[in-house]
């Protein structure tokens, strides 16, 4: 008899869970300790469907990761 077992969706909470979203609405580009959830250990920003976020945080996070690297808050990829 087969169990009933959590499929992965239900497993993986996302990391907005996890910071509020009303964390992700004032992460600026000095936030580096936050902004390092977000990024792989390639230096690549992480996609939507691996972290969980609204596509509004999205596109402000990954403005934010842009100008940490510009920065240099936050390392480059392939560096």
């Known amino acids: 008899m087969r169990q ?3 499929t992965k969706s239900r497993q993986r909470k996302s990391i907005e869970q996890l ?3 009303d964390i992700l609405d004032k992460v600026t580009f000095r ?3 936050i902004l390092g ?3 792989s250990t390639q230096g690549k920003i992480l996609p939507r469907r691996k972290t969980g976020v ?3 945080h999205q596109r402000r996070i990954a ?3 842009k100008r940490g ?3 240099g808050l936050i390392k ?3 560096q």
Do not use: H, M, T, Y
């Open 31 to 33: 936030d580096a300790d």
């Open 69 to 71: 690297r510009e920065v």
């Open 19 to 21: 910071l509020k979203s």
């Open 54 to 56: 609204s596509a509004r």
């Open 4 to 6: 009933n077992r959590p």
């Open 37 to 39: 959830l977000f990024i």
């Open 76 to 78: 480059q990829r392939g």
């Open 63 to 65: 403005r934010e990761i």
